[in-house]
Nanobody, 115 residues
């Protein structure tokens, strides 16, 4: 099993910034993709950004140019730098890690953007 611990959420005004972190621990063999998803109240969970072990990134259109995903393979940590935050970015942000054919999720960290 792989455990994920997220941090960095909080309350911020529109236009502000937050940085999320997610660190993996436990039975780590070879983590492939790491990423962030979010879920707003009453909506389905959606992709925010992913990054492969080689550093290839993928972003949702709604966050391109504002969010940056990065990872530190030595620390088994993935980051999400969120700039120019908007009220529609509000939601619970979940870290997702893929190792071989197994997928692991963090428990989520709340991001609230006030207008």
């Amino acid at each position: 099993q792989v455990q994920l611990v997220e941090s960095g959420g909080g309350l911020v005004q529109a236009g502000g910034s937050l940085r999320l972190s997610c660190t993996a621990s436990g039975s780590i063999l070879s983590i492939n993709s790491m990423g962030w998803y979010r879920q707003a109240p009453g909506k389905q969970r959606e992709l925010v950004a992913t990054i492969t072990r080689a550093g290839y990134t993928n972003y949702a259109d709604s966050v391109k140019g504002r969010f940056t995903i990065s990872r530190d393979n030595a620390k088994y940590t993935v980051y999400l730098q969120m700039n120019s935050l908007k009220p529609e970015d509000t939601g619970a942000y979940y870290c997702k890690v893929v190792q071989w054919t197994d997928t692991f999720w963090g428990q989520g960290t709340q991001v609230t953007v006030s207008s």
